[in-house]
């Protein structure tokens, strides 16, 4: 068993594509907020520009497509293809298994290398009460769907307390289902997830983060199970301890959060206010003016994280003197598990 943290590298880019934020379903943890990104589709031809503005790094760079649902774009395959001809270094689209516009008879597995289905739950019941009727099912059979159709699939399972409670289940359903990566994912504090609250950002009670003793008993352990099936496993690390090193991945990595109103961010925890670090204008990427994202990278505090701390402190814990006992970690350092 193979177990890393993956670290943050200058030479590798990750763009994280909204072309709508349009979706059919109604997540309880959406953290599309239509206010801060906009609630416009793009055209093809913005898309194309857009693609090919990251494309002087494309050979490094991988594209994830995303939404709303990003299959509810009549045009997705149009920018899958070109974004194959550009030479990204991978192509995946993330979907919530709905597969609309017969998307998987107008691309192949050649131009895709993962479609990822996002699925909340063991059950029907849980994953349905988070993500609404019909979409277990739907995402189970659009699995099956891409699979017959030579696609490679993996799995986003965003753990919350509605759901940790069915994640000892998973091993014993993907085993059933032959993907090929399984992505963990904490709940972010924004979209739908967060309220405000005397002028402080909250959780909103119907959806909240776990704890860090039920993180760390079962995460890593699920982790591990599944990944004894020959299945990939990507989860967040969340916790350091004091001893370990904290790094921003804004500082060392070039990640980039795409949004059709033409915000792009560095930092997803940052996507709920307007603190985006670029703006798209005549397809080319300007900097945004202070303040912004970019003033807080570089902050440095014993909590870790400067944004955490600032939009979803209820995951600190403090000793009597007033110091944290842990650090929070990026939240885009991974621990990745595989055989
Ligand atoms: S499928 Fe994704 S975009 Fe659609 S409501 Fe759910 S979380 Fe939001
Ligand atoms: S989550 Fe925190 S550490 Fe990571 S990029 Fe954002 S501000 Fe930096």
């Not at 017969?102 to 019941?125: H, R, Y």
């Not at 930092?267 to 397809?283: A, G």
């Not at 600190?316 to 970690?329: C, N, R």
Request: net charge positive; proline share 4%.
């Amino acid at each position: 068993m193979q177990k890393q943290t993956v670290t943050f590298s200058k030479n590798s880019s990750n763009l994280f594509f909204h072309i709508l934020t349009k979706c059919n379903l109604s997540c309880k943890h959406c953290y599309i907020n239509k206010e801060q990104h906009g609630d416009n589709t793009l055209d093809i031809e913005t898309i194309k520009n857009w693609l090919t503005l990251f494309s002087n790094k494309s050979k490094q760079t991988n594209v994830i497509f995303l939404g709303g649902e990003p299959t509810l774009h009549p045009d997705l395959s149009l920018a899958v293809k070109h974004a194959k001809k550009i030479g990204f270094n991978s192509i995946t689209i993330d979907t919530n298994g709905y597969l609309f516009n017969n998307i998987l008879d107008k691309i192949t597995s050649d131009e895709v290398d993962f479609i990822s289905f996002s699925l909340d739950g063991a059950t029907k019941k849980t994953n349905d009460s988070i993500r609404g009727k019909g979409s277990y099912d739907q995402c189970l059979a659009g699995i099956k769907q891409a699979q017959a159709k030579g696609f490679s699939t993996s799995m986003i399972y965003t753990i919350s307390n509605e759901n940790i409670d069915e994640l000892s289940m998973m091993p014993d359903l993907v085993k059933t289902l032959n993907i090929e990566r399984f992505f963990i994912q904490v709940l972010g504090i924004r979209g739908k997830s967060s309220e405000i609250k005397n002028n402080k950002i909250s959780s909103n009670p119907s959806v909240s983060q776990v704890s860090k003793e039920k993180w760390l008993t079962l995460v890593p352990k699920i982790a591990e199970q599944i990944a004894l099936l020959g299945i990939i496993v990507t989860y967040p690390k969340v916790f350091l301890n004091n001893d370990e090193k904290f790094e921003c991945a804004a500082l060392f990595a070039n990640n980039y959060f795409v949004f059709p109103n033409r915000r792009v961010y560095q930092c997803p925890v940052c996507e709920d206010l307007p603190m985006h670090s670029f703006e798209i204008r005549n397809n080319l990427l300007v900097k945004t003016e202070k303040i912004n994202e970019k003033n807080i990278f570089s902050l440095s505090i014993p909590e870790g994280c400067v944004m955490n701390k600032l939009i979803q402190p209820d995951n600190l814990v403090y000793d009597k003197k007033g110091a944290p006992k842990y650090k929070i970690a990026c939240c885009l350092l991974k621990q990745e598990i595989s055989l």
